[in-house]
């Protein structure tokens, strides 16, 4: 059912919905999507999570989640189950004309840091969560860190779902490697188009019994 729901996400509508204004505003640092930023931001400032390659699972068609991590890693890999999603992101790194226009959100980082994401996104694949090999190899080498930002919750039916699919994402990792996830508690759907995607529900207390079954160390 989730992935039927999947084949009618419209990345177009989906960006419209959560990355233009009145989503997308700035002028709030309490809105939603500056928060996002500060927290990224935040994080890799702290000089901490570094390396050759950075994995984001379920990229979908945006890449704001990448600004602040380009800085710290060689390489970043992109990931979708959708080929929409791909396409968006491929437009958006050749540079063409039609790409979704992320320049406020660039700004708006470049205003806490400064920085060049395109040349370091040298590969954006193809990867399903539910299975236990999720790009369908291993990656090789493994990333130094992961970072997914709504998506775990986004497509498991239900808390083992999402703790299987914590445990799946892990297996990309290097031993001792940092995960970042960002995403909603409590959420139960979101819109992207004619597709409303349903999401698995979940308080801190589930989020923390799948991070530590799943074998992570909870860090903040
Ligand atoms: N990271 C983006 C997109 C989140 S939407 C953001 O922060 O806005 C959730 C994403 O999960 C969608 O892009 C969807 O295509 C992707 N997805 C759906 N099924 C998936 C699966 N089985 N494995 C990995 N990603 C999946």
Do not use: M
């Not at 992109?78 to 063409?96: C, I, K, M, Q, S």
């Not at 999402?162 to 996830?181: D, E, I, K, N, Q």
């Amino acid at each position: 059912a989730v992935r039927e729901g999947y084949e009618r996400f419209d990345p177009r509508a989906y960006l419209q919905n959560n990355y233009v204004p009145p989503r997308a505003d700035f002028s709030s640092e309490e809105c939603v999507v500056p928060w996002k930023l500060r927290c990224l931001a935040e994080t890799f400032a702290s000089g901490e999570i570094h390396g050759r390659t950075l994995i984001d699972v379920g990229s979908g068609p945006t890449i704001y989640q990448l600004l602040s991590a380009c800085d710290h890693f060689e390489e970043i890999v992109a990931t979708d189950f959708l080929a929409v999603n791909r396409e968006e992101l491929r437009r958006w790194a050749r540079g063409e004309p039609g790409a979704f226009d992320w320049s406020p959100f660039i700004q708006h980082v470049c205003k806490i840091e400064g920085r060049g994401l395109r040349g370091r996104l040298r590969r954006i694949l193809p990867i399903d969560v539910h299975r236990a090999e999720p790009l369908g190899a291993p990656l090789r080498p493994p990333a130094d860190a992961l970072l997914s930002a709504f998506c775990l919750e986004a497509v498991s039916p239900d808390l083992a779902a999402f703790g299987r699919a914590l445990a799946h994402v892990g297996s990309l990792l290097r031993p001792g490697g940092h995960a970042l996830l960002l995403g909603a508690l409590g959420e139960s759907f979101y819109l992207a188009g004619a597709a409303r995607l349903p999401v698995v529900p979940l308080s801190p207390a589930d989020v923390r019994g799948a991070l530590s079954d799943a074998g992570f160390v909870l860090r903040d």
